[in-house]
C-alpha cells in the first residue's frame, strides 16, 4: 500500500508562522511584516487546519511553539534562509557586493588562521570592508553588533548556524628553553609541573587563569598554572618561556616557529591535548548581510573535502 503524500501548505502562511514564533506574539510579526494580526492568525489557523496539528500555544501574554511547532521551525529554518539567500542573490548578482562585515574573533584564529582567508577574500571582493575585532572573552558578540563571531564549539549556544574554518584539529603544546631544562629537568608526569617546575599561565580578561589540560590514552589531568608569569599577552607569555622563566603550554600555532628554531623545545609530548579547529558561527534567525552570505560561502569552498 503507498503512503499518502500530504498537499503542501501555502508558503505564505509557513513563512506567516515562523515570523509569529520569532517574533513571539502576533503584534510584533505584524508589525515587522506589514501586516495586520488578525491576518496572521488567519494564516496560522489554515495551516493548523492543513497540517491537522496545533503549532503555536495561545494565551493572553505570549504565543510559544507547541512541541511539533518547535520541531517544525527548527526544519524550516534552514530552508528558508537558503530561500533568502536566492532571492538576495537576484538582487546582488547585477552588481559587485558591498557592505561591511563586522567579525569578532579570538587570538590565535586572528593570527594564525585569518591573515591567508583574509587576503584572498578581500581580493575576490574589494567592493567588502572587513572590521575584525580580535579578543578572547566569552560574549554575545552577536547581541553586541558584530554580524559573526569565531569560536570553538563548546563555546557557540545552539541557535547558532556554525560553519568550520580553519584547521580542523589543533592541539595544545607544552615547551620551554634549553636553558629552563637544563636547571630545572623535564617533568615526566603533568603532576609534577605543580611541585617541581614554575609555570607561565594565561590570564583571560575576565580574570580567570586558563586550565591547562592534558590527556593520554583516555586519563585527562587538569592543573590550573600558577607561576612566575602570568599574563593575558602571549608575547608576554612566549618571551618569558624563551628566557627560561617557565614552562608554556598554549596554542601549537604560537609555538612551531620557536620549536623549529631550537629557541623552546617540546614536553610532554603524549599528554598534548587535541581538539577541533574552530568555527564562524552566526545567528540562525538573522538574515543574513551580503557581506557575511559571501563570506561564508567563501570559507566553505576552502575547506577540504570528507
Known amino acids: 500500500m503507498s503512503a499518502t503524500i500530504m498537499a503542501l501548505p501555502n508558503l505564505k502562511d509557513v513563512s506567516d508562522f515562523m ?5 513571539g506574539g502576533f503584534r510584533g510579526a505584524a508589525e515587522k511584516r506589514h501586516s495586520s494580526a488578525s491576518s496572521l492568525s488567519d494564516s496560522i489557523r489554515r495551516l ?5 496539528i496545533r503549532l503555536l500555544n495561545r494565551t493572553t501574554r505570549s504565543v510559544t511553539p507547541t512541541e511539533a511547532g518547535g520541531r517544525l521551525i527548527e526544519r524550516l529554518k534552514p530552508a528558508f534562509l537558503e530561500i533568502e539567500a536566492a532571492f538576495n542573490d537576484l538582487q546582488d548578482g547585477a552588481h559587485e557586493p558591498k557592505g ?4 569578532n574573533v579570538p587570538v590565535p584564529v586572528a593570527r594564525h588562521i585569518l591573515p591567508d582567508i583574509v587576503s ?7 567592493g567588502i570592508r572587513m572590521d575584525i575585532v580580535m579578543e578572547n572573552e566569552f560574549s554575545d558578540v552577536i547581541a553586541r553588533g558584530f554580524d559573526a563571531g569565531v569560536r570553538y564549539e563548546e563555546r557557540i549556544a545552539k541557535d547558532m548556524i556554525a560553519v568550520p574554518i580553519g584547521p580542523r584539529r589543533q592541539r595544545f603544546v607544552a615547551a620551554a628553553s634549553p636553558a629552563y631544562i637544563e636547571k630545572h629537568g623535564v617533568p615526566n608526569h603533568p603532576r609534577s609541573l605543580l611541585t617541581d617546575h614554575r609555570l607561565i599561565g594565561n590570564r583571560f580578561p575576565s580574570g580567570i587563569v586558563w586550565p591547562w589540560e ?16 602570568i599574563s593575558s599577552s602571549i608575547d608576554l607569555q612566549l618571551a618569558g618561556a624563551i628566557s627560561g622563566a617557565g614552562i608554556i603550554y598554549t596554542f601549537e600555532d604560537f609555538l612551531s616557529p620557536h620549536l623549529a628554531s631550537g629557541q623552546i623545545v617540546p614536553l610532554l609530548e603524549e599528554w598534548w591535548q587535541a581538539f577541533d579547529g574552530p568555527y564562524l558561527y552566526y545567528h540562525s534567525r538573522r538574515q543574513m548581510p551580503v557581506p557575511l552570505r559571501r563570506f561564508v560561502d567563501y570559507i566553505k569552498d576552502l575547506q577540504p573535502l570528507a
Open 19 to 23: 515570523a509569529v514564533v520569532e517574533a
Open 48 to 52: 493548523e487546519s492543513e497540517v491537522g
Open 120 to 126: 584572498g577574500f578581500l581580493e575576490k571582493y574589494p
Open 100 to 103: 561591511t562585515l563586522r567579525l
Open 214 to 229: 592534558f590527556e593520554r590514552e583516555g586519563k585527562r589531568f587538569r592543573i590550573v598554572p600558577d607561576g612566575p608569569l
